[in-house]
C-alpha cells in the first residue's frame, strides 16, 4: 500500500516535470535542426552552434543579459539587504506604508513600470545599458526584500541582543550572529533577482538603448519573421552550462545525511 | 550549508568579473549612426562589413510592425539618424516635418535604384526628395494546393465560408482593412465612414472563421500545414513557397496593396555624411544589395542586382512581379487623423468580438 | 544611529525609481493629449469593449490561478513526503525552466500545442483523437500555467516544508484523518505561501500580453494586449495609461481585502 503510494507520488512529480520540461525539450532539439523553418526537420546539423559563436551580436546579447543578471541582482541585494535591516525596526505604520510602495513594481504592468522608467530616465540621461541596469535593478529590489524580510522574523532576536550584552559591537553581532541566519533569504533573493532579470523582456524593452540588446529583445525582433536557429543553439549552451555548474555544485558539496525530515 | 553558499557566491563573482572585463570596450572616437528598421530585414552582416570598412558603427534598432516601428520613434526616448519603414509611416513623418530631404547627388551608385521605382515613389514623394526605396512587394494569398479545392483567384475565399478555420489573417489593421475594401469593390484609401463600417461588420462576421490572425508567422503555420490559406506579404510568401512545394503565391484580382518601405533621414540628424555613405552602401552598391536581397528576398529596386540574377529567377513573377502588371494594386495614402481614429476603434471591436 | 535609518538608501531609490514614474503615469492617466485634465481614460475600462477585455482577463487568469494551485499544493506534500535530502536541488529544477527565456519557451509550447503539432501528433501515433486547442482561450490558460508554475509551487513548497512533523504526528496520534488533518492543521500552517504563491501568479497574468498573444492566435483581446495596443500601435499613451493606472487601483483594493487580517510579517518568503 505504502509502496502503491510512493509510486503515484513520483509519477505525479514526473508528470510535472515533463510539462515543465517539455519545451525546453522541443528546443534542444530545434537546436540541431538544419532546416532554417522552425516546422520542419532538416536532418542534424551543428551549424547553428558554430554561427552563434561566430556572431558577434549573438554573444554581446548574451553578454549584456549576464551582466545585467548578475549585477542588478548584485546591487538588488545589497540595497534590498540595507532596506530589510532597516524596515525590519520601522513601527506599524511606516512598515506598511514602505511596503505598500515596495510592492508597487510587482503590481503593476510591466508595460506601465517599463514606460514610466523610460520617461523618466530619458529625461536626465540617453538610454543605453546604464539604463537597462537601473530598472532592473529597481524591479529587483522587491523580490529580494521579500525573501529577507521574513528571516528577520524567524530569527531570535536575543542571541542579537545576549551578543551585544557580552560586548560586541553592532556591527560585529551583525556580522556574527545575525548574518548567518538570514544569509538563506540573501542567496534566494539574489537568485530570484537574477531569475527575474533574465526573464525580463517588456521593461527591458523600452528602457534599452540604441544598438544594446539582451538576449529577451533580440528574440522578440525575431518572432514574427522567425526565430533564427542560433537562438536554439544558444539556450541550449544555456541550459547546459547551468545543468554543469549545478551538478558540480552539489557533488563538491554533498549534503551531510540528515535522518529528520526537517529542512533546516 | 556554508560551503555552498560560499562557492556561490565566488562563483558569481568570477562570472561578474569575466563579463565585466569583457563589457570595457568603449572607443568614444568612433563615428556612430542609429538605424531603425523592422527586425530581420537585414543581412546582418553586413553592419559588421559597413563597420570594417569605413569605420562607421552603426547602432542598429529593431520594431516589428509599422506602427510599433512609428511609436519608437517618435517616443522621442532615442535620436535616431534614419529610419526604414512602409510608404505610409514614411509619409506620416514627411507630414509631421520629422524627415529632412535627402541630398542624393552625393550617392556613388545611385544610378542602380530602378526609374520605375522611383516614379512609383513619387506617388507620394513628390520630387524624390525624402524617401529611399529599399524593398518592395505585393500582399496576398499563400495557398496549399492540396487543400483548396481550386486555387484561388479573389479575396472571396477569406469571406464565403468554405475555409472556415483554415484561414490566417493579417494582424494589422491597414492591411486587414484593405482586403475587405477591395473584397467589397472600394478604394484601400477610402475615407467613408460608411464604407469602412462596411470592412468592419464583413470582418467581424468574417473573424469565427479565421483561425488566427498573426504577421510573418504566417509562413511558418503555413509550411506546417495547419492552414490552407493565408494572407501575407510577397517575400515571405514566396519564401514559404520554397519550403513546401504544395505552397503557392497569388495576388487576388479584385486588386491588393502594393508597398515599398523606404528609408528616410530623420530631421533631428547632423551626420548626414555618416548616414548617406550607409544607406549608399546598403541599398545602392551592388554587392551589397545582392548580398542582402539574398537574405532578405523581397523584390529589390536595385537594377544592378536585378541583372546580376539568373534568367530563371528574374523572370519568375511570383519572385519578382513586374510593376506594370499590378493596375489593381492601390499604394496607402496617408490617412487623416479622424480617419485613423476611426479604424482604430473599430479594429478594438474587431479584435474584441 | 538608529536602526531604521539604515534603509535609507533604499528610500531614496524607491522615491527616484517607483515614486515618481508613477507620478508620470498618473499625470498620463490624468490628463489628454492635448494637456488638459480629464477623468475619462481612467473610466474608459468601463467601456463596453474594455469591461470584455477585463472580464475575459480577470477568467483567465483566476482560472490559471486556481489550476497551478490545484497542481501546486499537492506537489509540495507529495514532495515533503518522498523527502529527498535535498532541498536545494529541488528548487533549482523547478527555477531552472526560467533560466530559458521565456518567449522562447511559450514559442516552443506553441510547436507542442499547434494543429500539426508534436502532442497531436504523438495523439495520431497512439489512434487517439487530436486536440484542438492552440487559439482558444484554454492555449492561452495552459501557456499561463506553464509560465507561472513556479512561481506557485516555490511559496507552498518553502512553506509546506517548514511545518513541524512533530505537529503532523501529534494531529496523526490524537486520531485525526488526513482529510482532517489537512484541512486543519497543513492548511492553516501553508496559508502564507499559498497567499504569496496567488498574488505572484493572478496578478502577472492580468497584464500578460506575450502569451496571448502567441498562443491566442491574435484572436482573443485580454486586458494586457489592450493596453499594449494603446502604448504601441495607436501612440494612445493617456488611454494606455489611465487604463493601467484604472487596473492598479482594481489590484490594490484586492490586496486589501485578502490581506485585511494579515498582521506583520504573514507573508511568506517566496524562495
Known amino acids: 500500500m505504502v509502496k502503491l503510494k510512493d509510486f503515484f507520488c513520483k509519477f505525479y512529480v514526473a508528470i510535472i516535470m515533463l510539462f515543465l520540461y517539455a519545451p525546453i525539450m522541443v528546443l534542444i532539439?530545434?537546436?540541431?535542426?538544419?532546416?532554417?523553418?522552425?516546422?520542419?526537420?532538416?536532418?542534424?546539423?551543428l551549424e547553428w552552434y558554430q554561427q552563434m559563436l561566430n556572431s558577434s551580436i549573438v554573444i554581446g546579447a548574451l553578454r549584456n543579459t549576464v551582466v545585467l543578471a548578475v549585477g542588478s541582482a548584485f546591487f538588488a541585494t545589497i540595497i534590498g539587504l540595507l532596506a530589510s535591516i532597516g524596515i525590519d525596526a520601522m513601527r506599524k505604520k511606516e512598515f506598511s506604508i514602505v511596503m505598500s510602495i515596495t510592492n508597487i513594481p510587482m503590481l503593476n504592468a510591466d508595460i506601465v513600470t517599463g514606460i514610466a522608467m523610460m520617461l523618466l530616465i530619458f529625461r536626465f540621461m540617453p538610454l543605453g545599458f546604464s539604463s537597462i541596469m537601473l530598472a532592473h535593478i529597481t524591479f529587483n529590489i522587491p523580490y529580494v526584500i521579500l525573501n529577507i524580510l521574513p528571516r528577520f522574523n524567524q530569527m531570535d532576536i536575543s542571541t542579537y541582543e545576549a551578543a551585544r550584552d557580552l560586548g560586541a559591537g553592532p556591527v560585529t553581532s551583525f556580522f556574527k550572529v545575525v548574518l548567518p541566519d538570514i544569509i538563506p533569504g540573501i542567496v534566494a533573493g539574489f537568485f530570484m533577482a537574477m531569475t527575474m532579470s533574465m526573464d525580463d523582456f517588456v521593461i527591458t524593452y523600452f528602457t534599452k538603448g540604441a544598438g544594446v540588446n539582451t538576449l529577451s529583445t533580440m528574440i522578440y525582433g525575431q518572432i514574427k519573421k522567425g526565430i533564427q536557429p542560433t537562438m536554439y543553439a544558444l539556450s541550449t549552451m544555456i541550459f547546459a552550462v547551468t545543468i554543469l555548474l549545478l551538478i558540480t555544485i552539489n557533488l563538491i558539496t554533498l549534503p551531510k545525511k540528515s535522518g529528520k525530515n526537517k529542512p533546516r | 550549508m556554508k560551503k555552498k553558499i560560499t562557492m556561490i557566491i565566488c562563483l558569481t563573482l568570477t562570472i561578474c568579473i569575466a563579463a565585466l572585463c569583457g563589457c570595457s570596450n568603449s572607443a568614444n572616437d568612433q563615428k556612430t549612426i542609429t538605424v531603425i528598421n523592422y527586425g530581420m530585414y537585414i543581412d546582418p552582416a553586413i553592419l559588421d562589413q559597413f563597420t570594417e570598412e569605413t569605420g562607421i558603427v552603426v547602432l542598429y534598432e529593431e520594431a516589428s510592425t509599422p506602427e510599433e516601428l512609428y511609436s519608437k520613434y517618435s517616443s522621442g526616448a532615442i535620436h535616431y539618424d534614419a529610419v526604414c519603414s512602409s510608404e505610409y509611416i514614411i509619409m506620416k513623418m514627411m507630414a509631421d516635418q520629422s524627415l529632412q530631404p535627402i541630398d542624393f547627388t552625393q550617392f556613388e551608385h545611385i544610378d542602380n535604384i530602378s526609374d520605375d521605382v522611383w516614379s512609383f515613389c513619387a506617388t507620394f514623394d513628390e520630387g524624390n526628395q525624402y524617401a529611399l526605396p529599399y524593398f518592395w512587394g505585393t500582399v496576398g494569398l499563400l495557398y496549399n494546393k492540396n487543400m483548396v479545392s481550386t486555387p484561388p483567384t479573389s479575396w472571396d475565399v477569406l469571406f464565403s465560408g468554405e475555409y472556415a478555420g483554415n484561414i490566417i489573417m493579417q494582424n494589422s489593421m491597414r492591411?486587414?482593412?484593405?482586403?475587405?475594401?477591395?473584397?467589397?469593390?472600394?478604394?484601400?484609401?477610402?475615407?467613408?465612414?460608411?464604407?469602412?463600417?462596411?470592412?468592419?461588420?464583413?470582418l467581424i462576421n468574417q473573424k469565427p472563421d479565421v483561425q488566427s490572425y498573426l504577421v510573418d508567422e504566417a509562413r511558418d503555420e503555413m509550411v506546417a500545414e495547419n492552414a490552407a490559406i493565408a494572407v501575407i506579404y510577397s517575400g515571405d510568401g514566396m519564401l514559404g513557397c520554397t519550403y513546401n512545394e504544395d505552397l503557392a503565391y497569388v495576388v487576388p484580382e479584385d486588386g491588393s496593396n502594393l508597398w515599398v518601405d523606404c528609408w528616410g533621414v530623420t530631421a533631428e540628424c547632423v551626420d548626414t555624411e555618416s548616414v548617406?555613405?550607409?544607406?549608399?552602401?546598403?541599398?545602392?552598391?551592388?554587392?551589397?544589395?545582392?548580398?542582402?536581397?539574398?537574405?532578405?528576398?523581397?523584390?529589390?529596386?536595385?537594377?544592378?542586382?536585378?541583372?546580376?540574377?539568373?534568367?530563371?529567377?528574374?523572370?519568375?513573377?511570383?519572385?519578382?512581379?513586374?510593376?506594370?502588371?499590378?493596375?489593381?494594386?492601390?499604394?496607402?495614402?496617408?490617412?487623416?487623423?479622424?480617419?485613423?481614429?476611426?479604424?482604430?476603434?473599430?479594429?478594438?471591436?474587431?479584435?474584441?468580438? | 544611529m538608529k536602526r531604521k535609518y539604515i534603509a535609507l538608501p533604499y528610500l531614496i531609490w524607491m522615491t527616484a525609481f517607483i515614486v515618481l514614474p508613477l507620478v508620470f503615469v498618473a499625470y498620463y492617466a490624468f490628463t489628454t493629449k492635448a494637456g488638459g485634465f480629464t477623468l475619462s481614460n481612467v473610466f474608459a475600462i468601463f467601456d463596453s469593449l474594455h469591461i470584455k477585455a477585463t472580464i475575459l482577463s480577470l477568467g483567465l487568469s483566476l482560472s490559471c490561478t486556481v489550476l497551478c494551485?490545484?497542481?501546486?499544493?499537492?506537489?509540495?506534500?507529495?514532495?515533503?513526503?518522498?523527502?529527498?535530502?535535498?532541498?536545494?536541488?529541488?528548487?533549482?529544477?523547478?527555477?531552472?525552466?526560467?533560466?530559458?527565456?521565456?518567449?522562447?519557451?511559450?514559442?516552443?509550447?506553441?510547436?507542442?500545442?499547434?494543429?500539426?503539432?508534436?502532442?497531436?501528433?504523438?495523439?495520431?501515433?497512439?489512434?487517439?483523437?487530436?486536440?484542438?486547442?492552440?487559439?482558444?482561450?484554454?492555449?492561452?490558460?495552459?501557456?499561463?500555467?506553464?509560465?507561472?508554475?513556479?512561481?506557485?509551487?516555490?511559496?507552498?513548497?518553502?512553506?509546506?516544508?517548514?511545518?513541524?512533523?512533530?505537529?503532523?504526528?501529534?494531529?496523526?496520534?490524537?486520531?485525526?484523518?488526513?482529510?482532517?488533518?489537512?484541512?486543519?492543521?497543513?492548511?492553516?500552517?501553508?496559508?502564507?505561501?499559498?497567499?504569496?504563491?496567488?498574488?505572484?501568479?493572478?496578478?502577472?497574468?492580468?497584464?500578460?500580453?506575450?502569451?496571448?498573444?502567441?498562443?491566442?492566435?491574435?484572436?482573443?483581446?485580454?486586458?494586457?494586449?489592450?493596453?499594449?495596443?494603446?502604448?504601441?500601435?495607436?501612440?494612445?499613451?493617456?488611454?494606455?495609461?489611465?487604463?493601467?493606472?484604472?487596473?492598479?487601483?482594481?489590484?490594490?483594493i484586492g490586496l486589501i481585502f485578502t490581506q485585511k487580517h494579515e498582521t506583520k510579517y504573514k507573508e511568506s518568503r517566496v524562495w
Open chain 1, 29 to 45: 532539439v530545434s537546436s540541431f535542426n538544419s532546416s532554417k523553418s522552425r516546422v520542419l526537420w532538416g536532418g542534424f546539423t
Open chain 2, 175 to 202: 492591411d486587414s482593412f484593405m482586403i475587405a475594401l477591395k473584397y467589397l469593390g472600394y478604394s484601400c484609401n477610402t475615407t467613408n465612414p460608411e464604407e469602412l463600417a462596411q470592412a468592419r461588420d464583413l
Open chain 2, 276 to 353: 548617406y555613405t550607409f544607406l549608399d552602401y546598403l541599398c545602392c552598391r551592388e554587392d551589397i544589395a545582392k548580398q542582402n536581397f539574398e537574405y532578405v528576398y523581397y523584390p529589390t529596386p536595385n537594377t544592378a542586382v536585378l541583372n546580376s540574377l539568373d534568367e530563371e529567377l528574374r523572370n519568375d513573377e511570383a519572385v519578382l512581379p513586374k510593376l506594370d502588371s499590378l493596375d489593381n494594386c492601390e499604394v496607402y495614402q496617408l490617412m487623416d487623423d479622424d480617419t485613423t481614429a476611426m479604424m482604430d476603434e473599430y479594429w478594438k471591436q474587431i479584435k474584441a468580438e
Open chain 3, 69 to 252: 494551485l490545484l497542481v501546486a499544493f499537492p506537489l509540495a506534500l507529495v514532495l515533503r513526503r518522498i523527502h529527498l535530502n535535498h532541498k536545494g536541488l529541488i528548487i533549482i529544477i523547478l527555477i531552472l525552466p526560467m533560466w530559458m527565456n521565456s518567449i522562447l519557451r511559450i514559442l516552443a509550447l506553441q510547436m507542442i500545442l499547434s494543429k500539426n503539432g508534436i502532442l497531436n501528433m504523438i495523439l495520431e501515433w497512439l489512434h487517439l483523437a487530436p486536440v484542438e486547442i492552440i487559439n482558444t482561450p484554454a492555449a492561452i490558460i495552459l501557456g499561463m500555467v506553464y509560465d507561472y508554475l513556479p512561481y506557485m509551487i516555490l511559496p507552498i513548497y518553502n512553506s509546506v516544508m517548514d511545518i513541524d512533523q512533530d505537529l503532523i504526528d501529534a494531529s496523526s496520534d490524537l486520531g485525526a484523518r488526513f482529510g482532517y488533518r489537512l484541512r486543519h492543521v497543513i492548511l492553516p500552517l501553508s496559508k502564507p505561501g499559498i497567499i504569496s504563491g496567488i498574488t505572484m501568479v493572478f496578478i502577472p497574468c492580468l497584464t500578460s500580453f506575450v502569451i496571448p498573444d502567441i498562443l491566442g492566435g491574435g484572436k482573443i483581446q485580454l486586458l494586457g494586449n489592450v493596453i499594449e495596443q494603446e502604448f504601441i500601435t495607436s501612440m494612445n499613451w493617456n488611454l494606455g495609461a489611465g487604463l493601467s493606472f484604472a487596473l492598479l487601483i482594481f489590484v490594490i
